[in-house]
């Protein structure tokens, strides 16, 4: 009896310490270096500093980037999004600011904040995702609000011992946050990331990316270095 009373207590202990460890709240930090800021196959900057801070707490995480390029002349830009993920599904809410005016002013017209909602939905071979602005400093079509939308695939694969993911975006319809007159796409890309180790325990990812706008007809080369943990 004494036998079984030990194994129970034994297992209920490993039991009570994975659910314990499942509910701690987990964090990341890190930074990336690049030679050039292109997003969503927009070219938004020279090269930069890009920093992140996040928290998460069972699939609900809070986290903020930011954006700094080495150029004077490079927009600043500072996020931050609150997102939940479940398996593969994920939805959020990003506040975008540029350093264009001042953080703290959100009056109409005047902010320069957007914010835009997502959802989407990892399938492992491929990611979907959609992406809404609702509010704040948002592009126009025919001088109203665009609620300016852009979806985005994404998949990831191994090839000749290096990861490398295929990207295609693009913009369903009419708005000046894209330079879109209808629908366009906007961004296709390759990327592919290898990890250096150093010391055995220590990985330095460096990654290098090919991205297309046929929209703008322009065609960007970048490369970065990634410092997470």
């Given amino acids: 009896m004494k036998k079984i009373l030990f194994v129970f207590l034994s297992v209920a202990s490993v039991a009570t310490a994975g659910a314990q460890e499942k509910e701690r709240v987990s964090a990341t930090l890190g930074a990336d270096f690049v030679s050039q800021y292109i997003w969503r196959g927009q070219d938004m900057a020279n090269v930069s500093l890009q920093p992140t801070l996040g928290v998460e707490w069972k699939g609900l995480s809070l986290s903020t980037w930011g954006s700094v390029g080495f150029n004077k002349d490079d927009t600043k830009e500072l996020d931050f999004t609150l997102a939940y993920s479940i398996k593969g ?25 957007i914010w835009e909602a997502n959802i989407g939905y990892d399938f492992g071979f491929l990611n979907v995702q959609w992406f809404t602005n609702f509010a704040g400093n ?18 990831p694969f191994r090839l000749a011992k290096l990861d490398w993911k295929a990207t295609f975006g693009a913009v369903p319809y009419a708005t000046t946050s894209y330079n879109a007159n209808g629908f366009c796409v906007t961004n296709i890309g390759l990327r592919v990331t290898k990890d250096f180790v150093i010391k055995q325990k220590y990985r330095l990812p460096v990654f290098v990316g090919l991205t297309a706008n046929p929209r703008n007809e322009k065609v960007y080369l970048l490369c970065g270095v990634s410092f997470h943990i």
Avoid: C, M, P
């Fill in 89 to 113: 599904f994920n939805v959020g809410i990003t506040d975008y600011w540029f350093s264009e005016g001042n953080y703290f002013q959100y009056k109409a017209h005047k902010t320069t904040h």
């Fill in 138 to 155: 948002d592009g126009t079509n025919d001088g109203k609000r665009a609620y300016s939308s852009y979806f985005e695939l994404t998949a």
